[in-house]
């Protein structure tokens, strides 16, 4: 990777953005030049411009979305001229949508309405009063009907007891609650009443003609009007379908100018400027460079200049890291991520971890039958998980080797012969496979820190930090001793020595960097000794799950068969069926959770920071259009 | 972290944090600081040399003080339980609506996007409306009805009805208002444990000095109705409850609702003859209130409220100071403003009791 710093004229700029986003190899630097004279930040109002321009032109989407994807054809400069005229007609239009979107609502509030006057009709029915005095107002007593936000109810009781009214809550539905307000009518009150209801969020509630006499009849004429409405809302979709269809051309093309104009925008934070020269920095891969600057001169009439170093070792945290681009690794790169980004110089742990991985998943849940069915209904849902399905598929391979070796098939154990040997017909084998692998597992994860630490120039944290030189030096001795110990029966001088004289190097090195008491320094020093031992001898049993799993299996399936025998000749069929889902969803489930852990926490946390950040270089969005 | 070790820690958080608070007397030496000195002691100074203009100067200043508080808010947040947490939110949760105010008015009289942005706060995630949606609405209706899709759907519908049937902001910021200070004084009804009492005690005390502040200002400013009046007050929990509100609102003069406050507010209170004296006794009220919390209660989220009330009470007076210098305004003014000499208004420059 590779620092570039580009000066060019601002009247090239737009053209230069343009072209950077093309080449898709440049990822903006934005923290400002060194040199002091670039104060200045343009394109401001070309980034209002936009920003209005893409927001008029994606809420407009939500009322009409695009008949198409917007194919760019030619590339071409967008000028904030251009751009000026173009928010303006986004403008004007979207005020015509946002017409339509308030139409739609006050259908949308009506239909509400009509339901709250059917919930009121039931109600009214049960009052004992005239209720057709209520609609008409009479000399002596004026009437509100209608709801108001439930919690709002209280206030306003007091509120038109103030102005000489009495309130009536006759029914809540949901959050609101339905009132009747009786008082004197005209008046001083009247005007007071009117803003105090507004203020509460008031909505009248039409009392229905004829509601003193027929029910029927007025369901029915709630009914007409329901359907009016629904009639209503069709012709105004109509309607709008055939703006949307009247504009959309123009509204392609106003979606293929603003992806135009985005890179300059995109870019925007990491240009500074002075008077007619602007400067503007990046990353680019180191390959990439050439064909970079030959584009350039392509691109600009106008001069420029483009500078490139090497990162310097302060801003190495600064430098994006490029992802791994296999098709095959894909699923896995995604599952790194879930962790963190590799440091740029660290190395990609994508590869090895796909490897691991396999080999557990396979080992641990080693069936032929159950490995076919996760590979194919992986193979299913690849529409579903185009990004992902590949995963699937190799665990199922995997899963399906490991069942030959095993000579499992959906648990049955006769059907083929093991390339190996079935795992329960030798546990102890098994154990001490698992226990070999974990310790090849470690010791490769040691080394590959000590690598990573080397190539950043960390070389005092290569030797003596966690899972540094030194602690692989202990656990190599510890590994000797222990080898020793159960083969001869003593654990033998020199690993003993090289033991403690490496806790003792890492004790010092601990004291040294501690900033505490002396008290303090002592406990932590030797808890964090003690620690070093204790993880080291877990993290090797972490292990033996490996096999444990791949015992546990054996064991499943044989419970399985065992109360299948217990069954008649179809509960036999039933239960190894439901038992192999069982088995495939809860144990299938439980062996992942277990790898990844053993991933994760054995592995990632001894080589792999995880703390970089992505290679996300400029480039011209060809956005689908909106569903 | 347990709810005993929860509190422990949070009360030694407010008493650390509360030696920040000024001393007695300590404003009075601070107004006689010049502005480089104010910049220097307060670490305002990189962010008075950043800008050019007085006004900007001013917003940074401003900008920062309330970054800071909301820093401090952060911090005595983190080991509160959820009920108290979302108490102290609900209470810085102002800002945000102060934002949504401007992006109202600036709305309303069609100002340029640039003067709206320079005007709005920049707040934490936690705190801050998702300014980004509502910034792009093009008038008042479009913005309340995003607003309506969020966590704000009861305030911005009955909001948009008033708008929509009154037209102007008066409505919509009194509601604006009144959801806030309810929305409060429910929350402090979610306590069930030995917080309820001092949480109700501060809470109550607010909404206090909130509902004379209004009570006054519409009944006798603004001219509205007893019901109009009384319908955007928040009974509290304390002194004013409900029916003591019912009965201040249809009072016709300041003095006769002075003398029907309940003690100690009509001593407080008496001989004040407009808003702004009412004001000023009842920002010295508040604070002996706060301070008293602050001092004696056990509760945790209680004195972490009172702090923060405390603290932005005292930040704001810094922030006087500062306008005060950068405007270059006479002493005397500024001393008013931060409470330090009692205003002496000429006749019919304030709103009088009827």
Redesign the interface.
């Known amino acids: 990777m590779k620092h570039v710093r580009l000066l060019v004229l601002t009247e090239d700029l737009p053209r230069a953005s343009l072209t950077l986003a093309e080449t898709e190899s440049f990822h903006p630097d934005p923290r400002a030049p060194v040199e002091t004279e670039f104060v200045n930040v343009p394109g401001r109002r070309y980034r209002d411009l936009f920003q209005q321009a893409r927001s008029r032109l994606d809420k407009i989407a939500k009322l009409a979305p695009l008949p198409q994807d917007p194919r760019i054809d030619t590339v071409r400069v967008v000028g904030a001229e251009e751009l000026d005229a173009l928010n303006q007609w986004l403008g004007g239009l979207w005020a015509e949508a946002f017409q339509y979107e308030e139409q739609l609502r006050h259908l949308d509030e009506e239909d509400r309405s009509l339901k709250e006057q059917e919930s009121a009709l039931a109600n009214f029915a049960n009052l004992n009063i005239d209720l057709g005095m209520l609609r008409t107002k009479t000399r002596f007593l004026d009437f509100y009907i209608g709801s108001v936000p439930r919690e709002n109810v209280r206030q306003l009781e007091g509120a038109v007891g103030l102005a000489k009214h009495i309130l009536f809550n006759y029914m809540i539905t949901g959050d609101h609650a339905h009132v009747i307000i009786v008082g004197q009518p005209g008046g001083a009150e009247k005007a007071q009443l009117s803003s105090v209801l507004t203020a509460a969020g008031f909505q009248h509630l039409p009392i229905p003609q004829g509601l003193d006499s027929e029910p029927q009849e007025l369901r029915r004429q709630i009914e007409e009007r329901r359907k009016a409405l629904i009639e209503e809302r069709g012709t105004l979709r109509r309607r709008i379908g055939a703006w949307a269809e009247g504009n959309a051309e123009r509204r392609l093309d106003a979606e293929r100018t603003l992806i135009l104009a985005e890179p300059f925008v995109t870019l925007d934070p990491s240009i500074r400027s002075a008077g007619h020269l602007a400067c503007l920095c990046g990353w680019v891969p180191a390959r990439d460079l050439a064909k970079l600057e030959a584009r350039l001169r392509q691109a600009l009439a106008l001069p420029f200049q483009m500078d490139a170093r090497k990162p310097r070792s302060d801003e190495r945290a600064l430098v994006p890291t490029v992802a791994t681009k296999s098709r095959l690794l894909e699923p896995f790169a995604l599952l790194v991520k879930q962790y963190g980004i590799p440091q740029y110089g660290e190395i990609d742990p994508t590869p090895l971890f796909a490897v691991t991985f396999l080999l557990m998943f396979g080992m641990m849940f080693g069936d032929v039958g159950h490995g076919a069915v996760i590979a194919l209904a992986a193979w299913w849902a690849r529409r579903r998980i185009p990004h992902f399905y590949l995963f699937g598929v190799f665990a199922g391979i995997s899963s399906m080797c490991f069942g030959l070796l095993f000579g499992s098939v959906f648990g049955y154990e006769e059907i083929l012969p093991a390339l190996w040997m079935s795992p329960l017909h030798d546990p102890i084998l098994m154990l001490k496979v698992a226990l070999g692998w974990g310790i090849a597992f470690i010791i490769v994860a040691c080394l590959l820190g000590i690598y990573n630490r080397l190539a950043i120039g960390n070389t005092v944290g290569a030797l003596f930090e966690h899972h540094g030189a030194v602690n692989l030096l202990f656990y190599l001795a510890f590994l000797w001793g222990g080898y020793r110990l159960a083969q001869v029966g003593s654990f033998g001088t020199l690993p003993a020595l090289l033991v403690i004289g490496s806790l003792f190097a890492l004790a010092v090195f601990q004291w040294r960097h501690l900033q505490a008491p002396t008290g303090e320094k002592v406990l932590v020093v030797l808890i964090e000794t003690l620690d070093t031992v204790i993880v080291y001898l877990s993290n090797t049993l972490s292990f033996l799950r490996v096999s444990a799993f791949s015992l546990n299996h054996v064991a499943l399936s044989l419970a399985v068969f065992t109360l299948a025998d217990m069954m008649g000749a179809f509960g036999h069929v039933v239960t190894v069926i439901l038992g192999n889902v069982f088995v495939l969803v809860l144990e299938g489930g439980i062996v992942m959770i277990q790898v990844m852990r053993l991933q994760y926490y054995e592995g990632f946390s001894r080589y792999f920071s995880g703390d970089g950040h992505a290679f996300t270089p400029l480039q011209l969005r060809r956005r689908p259009a909106p569903l | 972290m347990s709810q005993a070790a929860a509190q422990a820690y949070l009360n030694t958080r407010v008493s650390m944090m509360s030696t920040r608070l000024f001393q007695p007397g300590q404003l009075a030496e601070l107004a006689q600081l010049s502005l480089p000195e104010l910049a220097e002691r307060y670490g305002l100074a990189a962010l008075l040399d950043e800008q050019v203009t007085t006004r900007a100067k001013g917003r940074a200043v401003e900008q920062g003080l309330i970054r800071l508080l909301l820093s401090e808010l952060t911090i005595l947040a983190r080991p509160m339980s959820t009920t108290e947490r979302a108490l102290v939110m609900a209470w810085a949760r102002k800002y945000a609506l102060f934002n949504l105010k401007t992006l109202i008015r600036g709305k309303l009289y069609d100002l340029d996007?640039?003067e709206i942005r320079e005007n709005l706060y920049d707040l934490p995630p936690n705190v801050r409306l998702s300014h980004q949606e509502l910034f792009?609405a093009?008038?008042v209706?479009?913005l309340l009805?995003q607003l309506e899709q969020g966590p704000h759907a009861?305030i911005a519908?009955?909001a948009r009805?008033?708008y929509e049937?009154?037209g102007e902001p008066f409505?919509l910021e009194?509601?604006i208002d009144q959801r806030y200070y309810?929305g409060l004084a429910r929350l402090v009804r979610q306590f069930h444990d030995a917080n309820l009492q001092p949480v109700r005690h501060l809470v109550g005390t607010l909404l206090d000095r909130e509902d004379i502040q209004c009570l006054v200002r519409f009944r006798f400013s603004y001219r509205l109705?007893?019901?109009?009046t009384?319908?955007?007050l928040v009974?509290s929990s304390r002194l004013l409850h409900?029916e003591r509100?019912?009965e201040l609102?249809?009072l016709e003069t300041l003095e006769q609702v002075i003398e029907a406050l309940p003690p100690p507010l009509n001593a407080l209170l008496a001989g004040c003859g407009n808003l702004i004296e009412v004001q000023q006794h009842l920002h010295h009220y508040m604070t002996a209130e706060a301070r008293r919390i602050l001092g004696q209660s056990s509760s945790g989220v209680a004195r972490a409220l009172a702090y923060l009330i405390l603290r932005e009470s005292q930040l704001r007076s810094l922030f006087s100071l500062t306008q005060g210098h950068l405007l270059e305004l006479p002493v005397q003014f500024v001393e008013i403003a931060v409470g330090l000499t009692d205003p002496i208004c000429p006749v019919g420059t304030m709103a009088k009791a009827a």
């Open positions: 996007q640039k792009r093009e008038n209706l479009e009805r009861l519908r009955q009805e008033a049937q009154r409505a009194a509601a309810a109705s007893p019901s109009e009384f319908y955007q009974p409900r509100l019912l609102v249809n």
